[in-house]
Protein backbone atom coordinates (compact mmCIF):
# COMPACT_ATOMS: atom_id res chain seq x y z
CA UNK A 1 0.00 0.00 0.00
CA UNK A 2 1.49 3.57 -0.79
CA UNK A 3 -0.10 6.39 0.63
CA UNK A 4 0.49 10.87 -0.42
CA UNK A 5 0.54 12.88 2.48
CA UNK A 6 0.98 16.56 1.59
CA UNK A 7 1.17 19.41 3.69
CA UNK A 8 2.00 23.24 3.52
CA UNK A 9 -1.43 24.91 1.79
CA UNK A 10 -2.88 27.85 3.47
CA UNK A 11 -4.46 31.12 3.33
CA UNK A 12 -1.99 34.35 2.25
CA UNK A 13 -1.69 37.59 0.72
CA UNK A 14 -1.21 38.22 -3.30
CA UNK A 15 2.81 38.26 -3.61
CA UNK A 16 3.27 36.04 -0.66
CA UNK A 17 5.21 32.53 -0.79
CA UNK A 18 3.90 28.82 0.07
CA UNK A 19 6.15 25.95 0.23
CA UNK A 20 3.73 22.42 -0.24
CA UNK A 21 5.46 18.91 0.68
CA UNK A 22 4.45 15.74 -0.65
CA UNK A 23 5.77 12.82 1.21
CA UNK A 24 5.21 9.03 -0.56
CA UNK A 25 5.52 6.08 2.04
CA UNK A 26 4.36 2.22 2.06
CA UNK A 27 5.91 -0.42 -0.31
CA UNK A 28 7.94 1.48 -2.69
CA UNK A 29 10.72 0.33 -5.08
CA UNK A 30 11.18 3.15 -6.54
CA UNK A 31 9.05 6.57 -7.89
CA UNK A 32 9.28 8.00 -11.57
CA UNK A 33 8.34 11.29 -12.11
CA UNK A 34 6.62 13.44 -9.36
CA UNK A 35 4.52 16.21 -9.71
CA UNK A 36 2.41 18.66 -8.59
CA UNK A 37 -1.40 19.73 -9.97
CA UNK A 38 -4.04 22.17 -8.81
CA UNK A 39 -7.96 22.25 -9.42
CA UNK A 40 -9.77 25.60 -8.82
CA UNK A 41 -13.61 25.73 -8.78
CA UNK A 42 -15.53 25.36 -12.10
CA UNK A 43 -12.07 24.26 -13.70
CA UNK A 44 -10.41 20.73 -14.71
CA UNK A 45 -7.72 20.17 -12.67
CA UNK A 46 -4.09 20.96 -14.24
CA UNK A 47 -0.59 20.31 -14.37
CA UNK A 48 1.13 22.90 -12.00
CA UNK A 49 4.97 21.18 -12.39
CA UNK A 50 6.48 17.81 -12.76
CA UNK A 51 9.88 16.77 -11.77
CA UNK A 52 11.70 13.17 -13.23
CA UNK A 53 14.04 11.39 -10.94
CA UNK A 54 16.84 12.60 -13.01
CA UNK A 55 15.72 16.36 -11.98
CA UNK A 56 13.98 17.29 -15.30
CA UNK A 57 11.47 19.49 -14.80
CA UNK A 58 8.52 20.97 -16.70
CA UNK A 59 6.39 24.01 -15.67
CA UNK A 60 2.70 25.53 -16.57
CA UNK A 61 3.67 28.80 -18.28
CA UNK A 62 1.25 30.27 -15.82
CA UNK A 63 3.68 29.58 -13.00
CA UNK A 64 7.23 29.86 -14.43
CA UNK A 65 9.49 31.88 -12.99
CA UNK A 66 7.28 32.05 -9.56
CA UNK A 67 7.46 28.40 -8.53
CA UNK A 68 10.26 25.75 -8.28
CA UNK A 69 9.63 22.22 -8.03
CA UNK A 70 12.22 19.97 -6.16
CA UNK A 71 12.38 16.72 -4.94
CA UNK A 72 14.62 14.26 -2.50
CA UNK A 73 14.85 10.95 -3.41
CA UNK A 74 16.24 9.54 -0.37
CA UNK A 75 12.84 10.64 1.58
CA UNK A 76 10.63 10.29 -1.38
CA UNK A 77 9.59 13.41 -0.76
CA UNK A 78 8.47 16.54 -3.43
CA UNK A 79 8.68 20.34 -2.79
CA UNK A 80 6.62 23.18 -4.83
CA UNK A 81 8.44 26.63 -3.49
CA UNK A 82 5.78 29.13 -4.86
CA UNK A 83 6.29 33.09 -4.58
CA UNK A 84 4.63 35.50 -6.22
CA UNK A 85 1.24 34.27 -5.77
CA UNK A 86 -1.57 35.70 -6.99
CA UNK A 87 -5.46 35.43 -6.29
CA UNK A 88 -5.65 33.21 -9.85
CA UNK A 89 -3.30 30.64 -8.08
CA UNK A 90 -6.10 29.58 -5.67
CA UNK A 91 -6.87 26.02 -5.95
CA UNK A 92 -6.75 22.42 -4.54
CA UNK A 93 -2.84 21.36 -4.98
CA UNK A 94 -2.62 17.76 -5.40
CA UNK A 95 0.67 15.45 -5.40
CA UNK A 96 0.86 12.98 -8.08
CA UNK A 97 4.12 10.35 -8.03
CA UNK A 98 4.16 7.59 -10.77
CA UNK A 99 5.44 4.77 -8.38
CA UNK A 100 7.35 1.08 -9.06
CA UNK A 101 6.00 -1.66 -7.09
CA UNK A 102 9.08 -4.53 -6.17
CA UNK A 103 7.06 -6.52 -8.75
CA UNK A 104 7.72 -3.99 -11.57
CA UNK A 105 4.24 -2.39 -12.00
CA UNK A 106 4.35 1.37 -12.38
CA UNK A 107 1.03 3.14 -11.20
CA UNK A 108 -0.03 6.44 -10.78
CA UNK A 109 -1.13 7.82 -6.96
CA UNK A 110 -2.29 10.94 -5.65
CA UNK A 111 -2.54 12.63 -2.86
CA UNK A 112 -5.56 14.00 -0.75
CA UNK A 113 -5.00 17.57 -2.10
CA UNK A 114 -4.38 20.83 0.36
CA UNK A 115 -6.07 23.85 -0.46
CA UNK A 116 -4.01 27.30 -1.62
CA UNK A 117 -5.85 30.25 -0.98
CA UNK A 118 -4.55 33.74 -2.30
CA UNK A 119 -6.05 36.95 -1.41
CA UNK A 120 -6.16 40.31 -3.36
Known amino acids: ?9 GLVQAGGSLRLTCTASGTISSINDMGWYRQAPGKQRELVASIISGGSTNYADSVKGRFTISRD ?11 SLKPEDTAVYYCKAKIISFLGIPYNYWGQGTQVTVSS
Open 1 to 9: QVQLVEAGG
Open 73 to 83: NAKNTVNLQMN
